[in-house]
Nanobody, 115 residues
Framework: QVQLAESGGGLVQTGGSLRLSCAAS????????MAWYRQAPGKQRELVAG???????NYADSVKGRFTISRDVAKNTVNLQMNSLKPEDTAVYYC?????????WGQGTQVTVSS
């Protein structure tokens, strides 16, 4: 299993930007895939963006063109750049790692977008 630690959440106005980072306890290139999920109050956790070991990424339709997932080799992190934020992006954001079908989760970081 891998330990994950998210950072970068906070309060931002509509149209603003935030950058989330997920630090992993092992080399991120040894992980099959990593992703960001989010969970808003009263809603199910949903996939926001994912990136596979070879670099292929995917996004939820609701964030395409606004969010970008990337990896920082030097810092061993997976990042989520969030631009043009909307109130409906408000949620707790979780980092996920999939190692051969075994999931690990971070503790989550709160993102709040005010209207």
């Amino acid at each position: 299993q891998v330990q994950l630690a998210e950072s970068g959440g906070g309060l931002v106005q509509t149209g603003g930007s935030l950058r989330l980072s997920c630090a992993a306890s092992i080399n991120i290139f040894s992980i099959n895939s990593m992703a960001w999920y989010r969970q808003a109050p009263g809603k199910q956790r949903e996939l926001v963006a994912g990136i596979r070991r070879l670099g292929l990424s995917n996004y939820a339709d609701s964030v395409k063109g606004r969010f970008t997932i990337s990896r920082d080799v030097a810092k061993n992190t997976v990042n989520l750049q969030m631009n043009s934020l909307k109130p409906e992006d408000t949620a707790v954001y979780y980092c996920n790692a999939d190692i051969r079908g075994s999931d690990s989760w971070g503790q989550g970081t709160q993102v709040t977008v005010s209207s």
